[in-house]
Nanobody, 126 residues
Framework: QVQLLESGGGLVQAGGSLSLSCAAS????????MGWFRQAPGKDREFVAVISGSGGNTYYADSVKGRFTISRGNDKNTVYLQMNSLKPEDSAVYYC???????????????????WGQGTQVTVSS
């Protein structure tokens, strides 16, 4: 059974930093896309960042580009999201996601991802 377990959320002041981690178990995602999405109350789940299996290709939402960095661990089954210069509008539940695909033109869509974590809350106070 595949499981994705996120950690690292919390409360931080605007301008601060947080680091999220996601550990996958139950299968190997060494070549597959892994990413982060977020969902604020009353809003749809939205794309944040995605990374290729090799870690060589990364893609970001415009709203986080230059502030967030996605990376993968050496085991390829762990993905991280370093969040700097956080803003109150970054507050949301953050979800880790993993796909069975190694690449996809619609990599920013939730439909590409087959496995999801339970989510971790990030709250940025002003």
């Amino acid at each position: 059974q595949v499981q994705l377990l996120e950690s690292g959320g919390g409360l931080v002041q605007a301008g601060g930093s947080l680091s999220l981690s996601c550990a996958a178990s139950g299968r190997t995602f060494s070549s597959q896309l892994m990413g982060w999405f977020r969902q604020a109350p009353g809003k749809d789940r939205e794309f944040v960042a995605v990374i290729s299996g090799s870690g060589g290709n990364t893609y970001y939402a415009d709203s986080v580009k230059g502030r967030f960095t996605i990376s993968r661990g050496n085991d390829k089954n762990t993905v991280y999201l370093q969040m700097n210069s956080l803003k109150p509008e970054d507050s949301a539940v953050y979800y880790c996601a993993a796909s069975r695909f190694t690449g996809a033109s619609n990599r920013r869509s939730t439909s590409v991802y087959d496995y999801w974590g339970q989510g971790t809350q990030v709250t940025v106070s002003s």
